[in-house]
């Protein structure tokens, strides 16, 4: 192996840059060339690559996004179009590929991996709906910055004694509103994963209330059977209660990353090319404990990731 390749795809998340700087000098202390390939998979499609040295991913470590850019690309979703690519990443010199993204992303993986091409996986979404890892890049980031707005919003919402919505994404996976709702300190969660009817909602508020409370704050992750925009007009339908709803939307993914995410993407980016290095492949490196390890990338695509249902009852406990 002469020449690794990397490349970031699906939704951006906060640390991938510093996961593609841990990608590019550790393969260079291998004595491995590094390859770019922007825009993900479509760059694969298209033969977006070019050289990657140390002074290419300099400065990058506190910066959000990803310098790499990424795209969705349904022409990959295809066996022709995957054999295609595959054909694209040889022409281009790339002897193996590091893969950073989520779920699509880590299928992607697989895909090539199928085809025999030496690939290994990083899983990078704020969403952390990745099976295989109990924590993807990005998602401290993500919390941090819907905490901090709960936090804002709760010094308004007492002083009007109002109830506040807050809407984060997840449509598929409540991870960031239920752990947003436990750190926030919410009176209640919404998530796709538990159907919650409008009037539980209603009846929390008013229990909050009566025990003297001058504000309600109700997490809605974006996927819920009820959406925040729909919730809120159900409450002041229902009740007297004033809300005021605000939908975080894709404030969550940007940012400077976090000491943990950039700690977390360093070792997954190390461990990435170490992989490749020593004969590894078809696998996605995922933090287990507090170990650095690796997991087919057959287990993480086939597997879904299920939220901790013990958060939903911490969440109406603690808001007593």
């Known amino acids: 192996m002469n020449c690794i390749g990397v490349l970031t795809s699906g939704g951006d998340a906060p ?11 550790t393969a260079m202390t291998h004595h491995l060339h590094v390859k770019a390939v922007r825009h993900g998979f479509d760059g ?21 996004g990803t310098i790499l850019q990424t795209a969705r690309c349904k022409e ?64 401290d980031t993500a919390m941090n910055t819907i905490v901090e707005a709960i936090d804002k919003l709760r010094d308004t919402a007492s002083s009007h004694k109002r109830a ?11 991870y960031l509103a239920l752990m947003g709702g436990v750190i926030g300190g919410a009176e209640i969660v919404l998530i796709p994963e538990v159907d919650t009817h409008p009037d539980e909602v209603v009846e929390c508020i008013a229990e909050g209330y009566a025990r003297g409370k001058t504000h309600a704050i109700i997490v809605v992750a974006e996927g819920a059977k009820y959406n925040a925009v729909a919730l809120s007009k159900y409450i002041e339908e229902k009740s007297n209660f004033q809300t005021r709803v605000t939908i ?73």
């Open 248 to 320: 975080l939307g894709h404030i969550q993914r940007g940012g400077s990353p976090t000491a943990f995410d950039r700690l977390l993407a360093a070792r997954m980016g190390v461990k990435a090319v170490q992989a490749l290095v020593s004969g590894d492949s078809g696998k996605m490196v995922g933090l287990h404990g507090r170990d650095i390890a690796l997991v087919p990338l057959e287990d993480v695509t086939s597997k879904q990731r299920e939220v901790n249902m013990e958060y939903v009852e911490m969440v109406r406990m603690l808001a007593k």
């Open 44 to 64: 694969v499609m298209h033969c977006y690559f070019e050289d990657m040295h140390a002074r290419d991913v300099g400065g990058i470590i506190q910066r959000g």
């Open 76 to 139: 990959f979703y295809t066996l022709e179009g995957q054999k295609e690519g595959l054909k694209n990443l040889k022409h281009g010199g790339m002897d193996a590929l590091v893969v950073i993204g989520g779920d699509g992303t880590m299928q992607g993986a697989m895909a090539l991996h199928k085809l025999g091409y030496p690939v290994i996986g990083v899983p990078a979404s704020i969403d952390n709906d990745i099976w295989g890892t109990s924590m993807a890049i990005g998602v």
């Open 15 to 25: 640390g991938m840059n510093p996961c593609v700087r841990a990608v590019v000098r």
């Open 164 to 174: 506040f919505l807050v809407e984060t994404m997840g449509r598929f996976c409540g």
